[in-house]
C-alpha cells in the first residue's frame, strides 16, 4: 500500500474539520443558511487557489510545500491549520444563533492554502 502524501493528508484534515464547522454553522447558525456557506466555501476556495498562484507569481514568491519530510517539525507546525479549524467549529455551538460567514470564508483560506500545498508537493514530487 502506498504511503499518503503529508501535505494532501493535511488537506484531507483541514477538508474534514472544514465539514465540521459547515455543518455546525448550519445546525447552531441563523436558521436558512445551509446552502449559503456551502456556496461560500465552494466559491472562496476555488477563487483562491488560482488567485493567490498569480499574486505569488506576480511578486516573484517561491514558496515550497508545508510540510517537507527532511524536517519532521514541519508537520506539527502545520497541523496547526486543522486544529484551528476544528476550534473554529466549537463557536457556533458555544455562541448559537448568529450569521458564521466570516467565521466560513477565514476557514476557506485556511483550507485553501492546504490545498495548494497539496497541489505544489504533488507537482514537485
Known amino acids: 500500500m502506498k504511503r499518503i502524501e503529508p501535505n494532501l493528508l493535511l488537506a484531507i484534515t483541514t477538508g474534514i474539520a472544514l465539514l465540521l464547522l459547515i455543518l455546525t454553522a448550519s445546525v447552531f447558525g441563523q436558521p436558512g443558511d445551509a446552502l449559503k456557506y456551502a456556496i461560500l466555501v465552494v466559491v472562496v476556495v476555488v477563487a483562491f487557489i488560482p488567485l493567490n498562484a498569480m499574486f505569488r507569481k506576480r511578486m516573484g514568491w517561491d514558496r ?7 524536517a519532521a517539525s514541519t508537520a506539527a507546525w502545520a497541523s496547526i491549520f486543522p486544529m484551528m479549524v476544528m476550534l473554529s467549529a466549537a463557536i457556533p455551538v458555544l455562541w448559537p444563533g448568529h450569521d458564521y460567514g466570516l467565521l466560513i470564508i ?11 500545498s497539496a497541489i505544489k508537493a504533488r507537482q514537485a514530487g
Open 64 to 70: 515550497p510545500p508545508m510540510i517537507h519530510p527532511a
Open 106 to 116: 477565514i476557514a476557506g483560506l485556511w483550507f485553501g492554502v492546504t490545498v495548494e
